[in-house]
């Protein structure tokens, strides 16, 4: 998604529900956590699956980069788990203990179908195949992070971004070998596409353009109180207290 101008929203509907947090995807579908509850919703706000297990937890992070291949990292109990589409278990749940790694503090999907870790014990990024073999790992970065932990971690179009905050995010190869970083300083989450990386800050919703380094802010159609954002080819979602606000995005004049 590509945002060249100040886009119009247009009020859709919205979710009078609660949350710990959510995600969306490019599809528009929303994906609603609760503690150790996942509930989907499709475009037109109409609930299609839940999922719940109760031996894992709390769900720490979900990672909806490919909605047929969903990842769920469980942080207390060190776990991960893939949902399909129909939130079915791809796979039986991955102890990430019989991986060697007793301390995953960020857990990520990968485009070639394994999985991302950054390793909290060493401070290293580590890659998983599908096989769950670990194939890459980065140096470690203690020289680059000092104490800093990360926020969030996202993969898109091969590449690993890592939030810390006060420093920025840290980009990687698909090698794990560390290529930059970028001054951009979410709050927590942000969303990585082709062209850009979305994020909030200190109240604003910002996108900073990864050809041309610029950044600018995004007005909002009702930012107080705001929680997250997140945004999407077609939609644009606001999570308050009371709810998730959805409007339609329509170009800038």
Not at 86 to 99: A, G
Not at 192 to 214: G, H, W
Not at 245 to 251: D, F, L, M, N, T
Request: hydrophobic share 40%; with cysteine; net charge negative.
């Amino acid at each position: 998604m590509q945002v060249n101008a100040q886009p119009d929203f247009i009020s859709f509907g919205k979710l009078n529900i609660d949350c710990n947090q959510f995600a969306t995807d490019p599809l528009g579908n929303i994906y609603i956590i609760n503690g150790q509850n996942i509930q989907k919703y499709n475009s037109n706000l109409q609930k299609i699956a839940d999922y719940s297990n109760a031996f894992l937890g709390n769900i720490s992070f979900i990672d909806v980069s490919d909605p047929l291949r969903i990842l769920l990292h469980y942080r207390e109990f060190n776990q991960v788990v893939w949902l399909d589409n129909f939130f079915q278990e791809i796979r039986s749940p991955v102890f990430l203990d019989d991986l060697g790694v007793d301390q995953a503090l960020l857990v990520c999907s990968s485009s070639l179908n394994g999985f991302w870790i950054f390793n909290q014990l060493n401070n290293q990024l580590q890659y998983f195949d599908f096989n769950l073999i670990k194939i890459h790992e980065s140096m470690s970065l203690n020289p680059l992070i000092g104490d800093a932990k990360p926020l969030a971690m996202i993969e898109k179009n091969r590449k690993v971004y890592l939030n810390f905050p006060g420093t920025g995010i840290l980009t990687f190869d698909q090698f794990g070998t560390y290529s930059r970083t970028l001054p951009v300083f979410p709050d927590d989450y942000f969303q990585v596409t082709d062209k850009s990386i979305f994020y909030l800050e200190q109240d604003s919703f910002k996108r900073y353009d990864l050809d041309t380094f610029n950044e600018e802010n995004i007005t909002l159609p009702d930012a107080e109180g705001i929680q997250a954002v997140m945004i999407q080819p077609e939609y644009l979602y606001i999570l308050k207290k009371e709810g998730i606000s959805v409007y339609k995005i329509s170009s800038g004049k």
